[in-house]
């Protein structure tokens, strides 16, 4: 369990700075450059990331069962997900109507992801990884919709069309993350 706090700490530690340390970020990457930014960035989340899975995977093979979820939450929990993945779509689809309403879809989008999560699944482990990353998520939201008040951020209005291929193409990313490939890389069938 060690290795999965550690990379939690690591990897949502270092995508916590623009919430507690804008000023720092933004004096570190202009005395550094945005490439160098950029590089140690990647390399300390894919570092995070690492410990995380590996954490992860080795508290799987001792789960402490904190309690035990009805199973209908598996169904809700597939549901959310899907939801998550149509939010995770608006962040890159232009122009869509929900990035134009929520403009924060991805992180929203994070939030829906391990709220699912929580409510399906009830050993520690869970508990700690989806937890984390639902109060990241709701930190992160607020912080961002703070910035863009405080900067006057102007998001364009969505079309219908685009909104459509956002809906779209998240119901089959989900369903297909969901079919093919959950089970091979988390070991779970989510449904």
Do not use: C
Not at 54 to 74: C, N
Request: charged fraction near 10%; charge should be positive.
């Amino acid at each position: 369990m060690t290795i999965l706090v550690l990379g939690l700490i690591i990897f949502l530690g270092l995508h916590s700075v623009r919430i507690v340390a804008e000023d720092w970020r933004t004096a570190t990457r202009a005395r550094i450059g945005e490439n160098a930014w950029k590089g140690a960035y990647s390399v300390i989340s894919l570092i995070g990331f690492g410990l995380i899975i590996w954490g992860y995977s080795m508290a799987r093979q001792a789960p402490l069962v904190v309690w035990s979820p009805p199973p209908f939450t598996r169904h809700a929990a597939a549901a959310l997900a899907t939801i998550a993945f149509i939010f995770i779509a608006a962040a890159y689809v232009p122009r869509n109507r929900i990035k134009a309403k929520l403009h924060h879809p991805m992180t929203l989008g994070v939030k829906t992801w391990a709220a699912a999560h929580l409510i399906a699944n009830g050993t520690l482990h869970d508990i700690l990884l989806f937890g984390a990353f639902l109060v990241w998520s709701v930190l992160l939201f607020r912080a961002s919709r703070r910035r863009d008040r405080a900067v006057g951020t102007v998001y364009p209005a969505g079309t219908t069309g685009a909104t459509v291929l956002t809906i779209v193409a998240g119901v089959i990313t989900a369903h297909i993350f969901a079919t093919w490939l959950h089970a091979p890389l988390i070991g779970v069938r989510p449904y």
